[in-house]
């Protein structure tokens, strides 16, 4: 029996940081991403913070 | 947030998963989606149905400390940038009455007839990537927090020394409104603790400590801020010393004692603790901050159990040493705080990481489902005409408009020649923004825009994108920096900030009246990699490239592959080292589309991002490789210590020998009985400046594994902070339980060891008994950590920048942890700073991540920034050459004469071959003579104004 073929998407459960940057660099390695969010708004917690260490930098 | 405008991103919110079925290469995921009440395509986020709510909300966003309406948005630059509706709260939608947003909105955007939906995706692979959740409340009353309202959070704190946060960034008591005048941080609250069962470490409070006890002393400078600690855990790379700084700069109290409760007494914070020395004290606070640590998320068993994985014993997703991002179900991975508390650059490392895991297991179906975007062809009759100048004030919120009278910056630059439109705006940056301004492009045929906002180095792509969306050329633009060089640096002088704001503004136009057009280009990349250094991140970036269906050269300087890993017995949590590395090994030096190179070094490196052509030296003999992308994976070497007798004494050893001698076993351990252990040695001061991360948890497993051969072993750990961050944690408590003994010892006052013919004694200051101890050691271990490989020569031929300490430099500490300013070179493991084995992994699976993009997508395009040789005014002097950083100017002969000309892809537009040209030869795109003098010229304008 012939092999299914694979899908080329993939799904991504959580938009923090963490789920935002590998949606990026999956679409960027050519595949299709779900980003799936319990929240309105992606960015998560990190986007709450107004600097982040060391630099000071602003988390937005 | 890129993430909005990719087309190959499907943002889902309000959505959960309900199911996961199949297998790896095709699951079906049932996800649940909760309708927003507004239409996301028609909403323009005006804020009308918000102002209209007659419904109160307390703002989750800021931490319940704002209130909101039913309909809103959680910050203004958030993704997707429409408004939503909270059902919860909503009259509408639980009482059908009301309906007044909907009667107000003039877009027509909200729709109550939406209901929820089930979705079925087709996936090959699942991330997971919840993050980590909150805790409990009922944790936090012990330390009074929900009973007095000057005890708050850390993440509420860090809302109220935001510019855009409840308090407009003051810093005030909730209870009184008032300036605290003295604010205590405590620390380890929700973890360390086993009373509310997070035994673990959550491993970021001790920076967020820091970084808001700054921020606080920026704010204020005359508040008093302490820090209570059991350990200060700054281990990240870079972090100690911006704890050391932070310390220094800002007079922050540190004081090593943890506080059991919080009480009040006449409206003030008491807080009751014991110090080292034993001694008590009661101290007064007008503010406590609570760091609360990290939790698994909310639901976490449900979600393990809809999507099938294990989760470990504090209800985190269970991951072991050698894959740190899988999960126990296959083509199901896991990245970020979810396996773990860590902070923002472990996640996206991690989240690169996942990207190339999942990308081994696609790799055949790679761009079956992706779409491409295509802009529309450029406008070139714009740049002929004659310039139509649009001007955009950013509000950015307050943080502009707080301090600098935007309106008047906007009527002055009215008044500019050429400016045909002006206009202010809340948020230049937000999508609807964005959409706003293509069409202003549109409608008034604008040729030049000028943005006065913030930084072009943040978001000058972001509207570059915007004006190619409607066929302007993207290098008609030019930013002011209104926000950085106007509000904030002169926030206490708004009226010369108004002033100066005019002036950038009027400079910027100036310039954009020279702006030329500038075409993009791109170069074909050769799809193969080279990676550098055949230890485990090494291997593992190779390994992953080759299994992402890329050819790889693996080189190694030394005769066997293994690295440093290769002295490993056991992981940290007991698992076999030699067979992750016989692993790797095998599967490395089988796998067809790796060439490994034994005895090889780099010698050379030229050529650019998808062209490199390296020089490789094999043991004398010479061969040249072309490839795609590098990988730096070189390495550290365990520091070799010259102090406490190591070397003269066979009894003194590292904790690499150390663990050697223990997998030998109980005859290797004989009349072993007293083993004294030295932490941070050569690290965190004497001759490594840092911190090396894995040598406490190092030092607790040896103890460990000793105390399973001999439990009747007396071991001693002297220490200056344990830094056994995340689950280690539970090897500390494991060792305390068994009766290590701990003794902290102080920078100033450093243990010392005696050596009394063959007998070695450490005498060391104990802190509670209030004097010097001594204790005879039949073997000193040294907890020496890790130095840096000699980088320098490669930091050299790679161009690719070094820290202060010797390891490679990522591009961005936070958001680019595995890219150098090089582009098309990754790095990996110790090259790039100390870290655990685990960690190596994941970072090595980034780099390949990160490395693969260039390869997949088979084109590079390059930013059109770049020098330009005028050939008749070149007098091939060679300057620029000597001077480019980036090898990416050379000469070259034409009719027998020397002439200077720049390899576009490798450029990176610095400008020092154009400034240092002595017949002004060189011009850099978008930086032309022309264009800067306007520039200076215009800024005299006001100047001379002045003089008159």
């Known amino acids: ?60 | 947030m890129e993430a909005g405008r990719s087309p190959n991103i499907e943002i889902l919110t309000n959505s959960r998963l309900l199911s996961l079925e199949g297998e790896p290469g095709n699951f079906t995921a049932k996800v649940y989606q909760e309708p927003r009440y507004i239409d996301e395509d028609k909403c323009t986020a005006c804020g009308t149905c918000k102002m209209y709510c007659p419904k109160p909300v307390v703002d989750e966003y800021n931490e319940r400390l704002d209130i909101t309406r039913a309909p809103h948005i959680d910050y203004a630059q958030a993704i997707p940038s429409s408004y939503y509706i909270d059902p919860r709260y909503c009259l509408r939608v639980n009482f059908e009455t009301c309906n007044l947003c909907a009667q107000t909105c003039t877009a027509g955007a909200i729709d109550f007839s939406q209901k929820p939906k089930e979705l079925a995706l087709e996936v090959g692979a699942v991330v997971m990537a919840p993050g980590f959740g909150k805790v409990d409340n009922s944790v936090l009353q012990k330390f009074g927090y929900g009973k007095y309202l000057d005890v708050v959070t850390n993440l509420e704190f860090e809302r109220l020394t935001c510019a855009s946060g409840p308090t407009e960034g003051h810093i005030i008591r909730l209870s009184d409104n008032k300036k605290p005048k003295n604010i205590a941080f405590l620390q380890c609250i929700g973890s360390r603790d086993e009373t509310c069962g997070n035994g673990y470490c959550s491993s970021i409070c001790c920076m967020s400590a820091i970084k808001e006890a700054s921020v606080a002393k920026e704010h204020e400078p005359e508040v008093d801020v302490s820090i209570f600690f059991m350990d200060v855990r700054t281990q990240g790379k870079g972090f100690d010393d911006t704890r050391q700084r932070a310390e220094e700069k800002y007079g922050i109290n540190v004081i090593k004692a943890r506080v059991p409760r919080v009480e009040q007494i006449s409206g003030k914070l008491a807080l009751n603790y014991v110090t080292e020395d034993g001694k008590s004290h009661s101290d007064i606070f007008d503010m406590v901050v609570l760091s609360v640590g990290l939790e698994s998320p909310e639901g976490a068993k449900e979600m393990a159990k809809i999507s099938g994985i294990e989760l470990n014993h504090y209800d985190f997703c269970k991951t072991i040493t050698s894959k740190p991002l899988s999960t126990s179900r296959e083509g199901v991975l896991v990245a970020g705080a979810f396996s773990g508390p860590k902070d923002v650059p472990e996640s996206v490392t991690q989240a690169s990481g996942v990207a190339a895991e999942v990308s081994e297991i696609l790799s055949s179906a790679r761009g079956t489902k992706s779409v491409h975007l295509a802009y529309p062809d450029e406008d070139k009759t714009l740049s002929e005409e004659k310039p139509r100048i649009g001007v955009f004030v950013c509000h950015c919120g307050v943080n502009i408009a707080g301090v600098v009278d935007v309106k008047a910056v906007r009527d002055y630059a009215a008044t500019l020649s050429d400016v045909v439109y002006y206009e202010n705006v809340m948020y230049s940056c937000s999508q609807d923004a964005l959409k706003m301004l293509a069409q202003k492009i549109k409608d008034n045929r604008l040729n030049r825009v000028v943005i006065a906002a913030c930084s072009p180095r943040t978001h000058e792509p972001l509207f570059q994108e915007t004006m190619k969306s409607v066929g302007v050329n993207p290098a008609f633009f030019e930013m002011a920096n209104i926000r950085d060089q106007c509000s904030w640096v002169h926030a206490k002088e708004p009226d010369a900030a108004t002033q100066k704001s005019k002036d950038l503004v009027r400079m910027a136009v100036a310039k954009a009246r020279e702006l030329e057009p500038l075409q993009a280009q791109t170069v074909d990349v050769l799809s193969k990699a080279l990676v550098i250094g055949g230890g485990v991140a090494g291997m593992t970036s190779a390994l992953s490239i080759a299994e992402q269906g890329f050819e790889c050269a693996l080189i190694e300087r030394t005769d066997k592959l293994g690295g440093n890993a290769g002295r490993l017995k056991l992981t940290n949590f007991g698992e076999d080292a030699g067979k992750i590395l016989s692993d790797l090994m095998k599967k490395v030096s089988k796998h067809p589309k790796i060439t490994v190179k034994l005895n090889t070094e780099l010698d050379e490196l030229s050529g650019f991002v998808g062209n490199f052509i390296s020089k490789l030296n094999s043991a004398g003999n010479s061969e040249i490789f072309e490839h795609g992308v590098v990988v730096i994976a070189t390495g550290g070497y365990e520091y070799q210590p010259s102090q406490y007798y190591y070397g003269e004494s066979n009894k003194v050893l590292t904790q690499l020998q150390l663990e050697e001698k223990i997998s030998k076993g109980k005859t290797a351990l004989k009349n072993i009985n007293n083993i004294v252990m030295i932490q941070c040695v050569g690290s965190r001061g004497d001759d490594l400046k840092y911190c090396s991360k894995f040598c406490c948890a190092q030092a607790v497993k040896n103890a460990l594994a000793i105390k399973k051969i001999n439990p009747d072993a007396n071991i001693y750990i002297l220490y200056r902070d344990i830094r056994t961050y995340g689950f280690n944690e539970d090897l500390y408590k494991e060792a305390r339980n068994q009766g290590v003994i701990f003794i902290s010892y102080n920078i100033e006052r450093k243990p010392e060891a005696i050596k009394d013919g063959e007998n070695i004694r450490v005498r060391v200051f104990d802190a509670l008994i209030g004097e010097d101890i001594e204790i005879p050691a039949d073997i000193l271990a040294l907890s020496v950590g890790v130095a840096p490989a000699d980088n320098l020569k490669l930091s050299n031929i790679i161009k690719a920048p070094l820290t202060g300490d010797g390891f490679f430099l990522e591009a961005h500490a936070k958001l680019k942890p595995v890219e150098v300013a090089v582009d098309g070179v990754y790095l990996a493991g110790h090259a790039h700073g100390p870290k655990t084995l685990d960690e190596s992994i994941a970072q090595a699976k980034a780099a390949a991540g990160k490395a693969c993009i260039p390869l997949a997508k088979g084109k590079v395009s390059v930013a059109p920034i770049v020098s330009k040789v005028d050939k008749d005014a070149c007098i091939g002097c060679g300057l620029c050459e000597s001077l480019c950083p980036y090898k990416a100017i050379q000469l070259i002969k034409i009719d027998k004469k020397k002439k200077a000309e720049t390899i576009t892809a490798s450029c990176k537009g610095c400008g020092i071959c154009a400034s240092h040209c002595p017949t002004l030869a060189i011009s850099m795109g978008g930086f032309t003579d022309e264009a800067i003098m306007s520039q200076i010229h215009a800024f005299a304008e006001s100047i001379n104004k002045e003089n008159v």
């Open chain 1, 1 to 60: 029996m012939a092999k299914k073929e694979k899908s080329g998407s993939v799904l991504v459960v959580g938009g923090g940081i963490t789920g935002v940057q590998s949606a990026l660099d999956l679409a960027d390695l050519g595949y299709y991403v779900y980003l799936l969010e319990k929240k309105a708004s992606i960015g998560g917690v990190m986007a709450q913070l107004d600097k982040t260490f060391p630099t000071n930098d602003c988390a937005i």
